[in-house]
Structure formats: C-alpha cells, structure tokens
C-alpha cells in the first residue's frame, strides 16, 4: 500500500505509525463481522466467528506491537493514523461492494 511505502520515509516509527493505523481500522472491521453473526446466528456461525477472532487477535497483537515500538512518536500521527483509517476504510468499502456485485452478476462464480 501507498501509505507504507510513504511512512517509511518517516523512519521505523512512522512505520509503525502505519501499522497501527491498519491494523487498527482491520480489527474494528472484524468486529463488526463478528457483531454481525453473532445476531444472526451462533450457533450456525461458530467456526467462521472462531476464525474472524483468530485473524482479529492477530491484527491486534500487530497494533500493540506497533504501539511499543514508538508508533505515537511520529510527528502529526493523529493526522496520518486518520488519513491512513480513511484510505482503509473506502478500500473495506469497495470490497464489500465488489463482492456484492459479483454474486449478482456473477452467479456461476463460487
């Protein structure tokens, strides 16, 4: 991605600066897959919600990796970490929409 090869031009942290941003706007992400199955069913769910957490967890381990790694330290990292979550927010968004377009028009697809 753009922003990570642009953060790295500020050093290690802001790197990780970028890490934390990513990571956690994709951890947010899960959860809401997760909210989502919950209140649909469970029970129906319970193997696909074991591994949205697992993937989840291991996007939080990366946040908190890049926190203890001097991510905050970087100059204007509320403003990056902010335009860093938008760029990963519209591309969750595109995503979703990209798939519900496919399954429409592409039924024969799995």
Avoid: W
Wanted: hydrophobic residues 40%.
């Amino acid at each position: 991605m753009l922003y990570a090869a642009g953060s790295a031009l500020l050093g290690k942290e802001g790197a990780m600066a970028c890490t934390v941003a990513v990571e956690e706007r994709i951890s947010e992400h899960y959860n809401s897959q997760i909210r989502s199955l919950m209140e649909k069913d469970p029970e129906k769910y319970t193997e696909l919600l074991q591994l949205i957490k697992e993937f989840r967890d291991d996007e939080l381990e990366q946040h908190d990796t890049g926190l203890e790694h001097d991510a905050e330290s970087v100059p204007g990292y509320q403003l990056m970490k902010a335009i860093i979550q938008a760029g990963c927010k519209a591309a969750i968004f595109v995503s979703e929409r990209l798939e519900i377009f496919s399954k429409k028009y592409f039924k024969e697809l799995p």
